[in-house]
């Protein structure tokens, strides 16, 4: 490489988004792709990269794994749900695990992911460790996706500062030809095939050099069948768990309920609120008053496509007002969330007061009068 231009370009080398920013949006874009609902991360380090994750709504059961127990431990808290997670529960389950160990060893743990990332972790392995690492990760663990990234050495020169590696904790780093021979070697032993790409694009004119950071995305060939996730796998629990988060889900009974209870209870308030604004208009005359049923269309405008069937009518009787569970059932969140009219009722009971045949939300405007 010619050396005024290497170091013109040593000037100049400055990655925007960073490296590691366009490391982790390299993952979240895979997972977009392929919707994983399970993720393992291994040498998770400060977990940023989970957290990046834990936001992509198709992934249900994301776990860290790093042999630095502390370095995980620093930012572990920023992957607890927040109070809004429990104001409005996710209709996605969603499980974050930490785990304290290393890739060199087997834990069933690990097993029925359906992508695990290995994003800068390799270069930290010592020999022995890179040795039993395809066998844990492709081997045992499994997934139907592997990324691995790792910097590429051959753009070292191009790096301002960097001596021999870019980290003193890495102990190797590789050409393209030598992570591509490692790679291409790991996917025909364990049946995966190989795609090579990277991040941090190399100056105009030496193109030659590749990425920054090389990447390899390995895809299983074979479906794995139920038979081969269980038979030969054994093992004993060997990693540390020193983080578990559970998100607050609809898929979850008691928030389910909560959610149906709260939004039966504003819809219906929706509709007495509409109902007793007409009752107003008949007001004036008394006879009217006492038994008033609205037009049947009164509520078309903000029932949507609802079918008001003659049961449906909410109605006023005296001080009491009545919504029928069908009309609240017609609303689009309602029925989204309950799936079935029966599982509406179920939710509800005990909970909502209701008129004496169970039909319907009854309200006693009695006290509310006397405010007005
Ligand atoms: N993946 C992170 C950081 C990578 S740094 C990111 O994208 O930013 C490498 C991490 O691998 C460190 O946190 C280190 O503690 C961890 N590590 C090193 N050897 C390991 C091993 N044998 N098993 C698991 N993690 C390991």
């Known amino acids: 490489m010619d050396k005024d231009f290497q ?18 949006q390299f993952v979240k874009d895979l997972v977009e792709k392929y919707k994983p609902k399970k993720v ?47 104001l409005q529960p996710s209709e996605r389950s969603l499980t974050v695990t930490l785990h304290h160990g290393s890739v060199a060893h087997k834990d069933p743990c690990m097993l029925g992911f359906d992508l695990v990332t290995c994003i800068e972790l390799i270069e930290h392995l010592e020999e022995s460790e890179l ?7 492709f081997g045992f663990m499994a997934p139907s996706i592997v990324v691995i990234s790792t910097p590429n050495s051959e753009f070292n020169p191009l790096l301002p500062g960097v001596m021999l590696y870019r980290h ?8 393209q030809a030598e992570f591509q021979s ?56 060997v990693y540390k768990t020193v983080f578990k988060a559970v998100y607050p889900s609809l898929k979850d009974e008691k928030y389910l309920q909560n959610a149906v209870i709260s939004e039966v209870m504003f819809t219906a308030q929706i509709i007495k609120h509409r109902l007793m604004s007409k009752h107003k208009e008949y007001s004036d005359d008394p006879e009217r008053k006492s038994k008033f049923q609205p037009p049947m269309n009164c509520f078309s405008d903000y029932l949507g496509k609802l079918v008001v069937e003659k049961n449906m009518e909410p109605f006023v009787s005296g001080n009491e007002v009545y919504i029928p569970l069908a009309t609240i059932f017609s609303f ?4 989204r969330l309950c799936g079935t009219f029966e599982k509406l009722c179920k939710l509800i009971a005990g909970k909502v007061t209701l008129s004496s045949d169970g039909s319907a939300v009854m309200f006693n405007t009695e006290h509310e009068n006397e405010e007005n």
Request: net charge negative; charged share 25%; glycine share 6%.
């Open 182 to 237: 490692w790679a291409l070697e790991t996917a025909r032993c364990y049946n995966y095939s190989v795609e090579f790409t990277g991040v941090g694009h190399p100056p105009t004119g030496m193109e030659k050099v590749g990425f920054c950071t090389q990447i390899g995305v390995f895809v299983r060939k074979y479906p794995q069948t139920g038979e081969s996730v269980l038979s030969e796998k054994p093992t004993e629990a």
């Open 7 to 24: 170091e013109e370009f040593t000037q100049v080398i400055k990655f925007q988004p960073p490296l590691y920013k366009q490391r982790h």
């Open 168 to 175: 003193p904790d890495h102990k190797f780093e590789w050409s």
């Open 40 to 86: 393992a991360d291994l040498g998770c380090a400060d977990c940023s990269l989970l957290w990046m994750l834990k936001f992509c709504s198709c992934i249900e059961v994301l776990a860290g794994l790093d042999i630095c127990a502390n370095v995980m431990k620093e930012k572990m808290h920023t992957l607890s749900p927040l109070p809004v997670d429990y």
């Open 131 to 137: 040795k039993k690492f395809p066998e844990v990760v």
């Open 332 to 335: 689009p969140k309602v029925n």
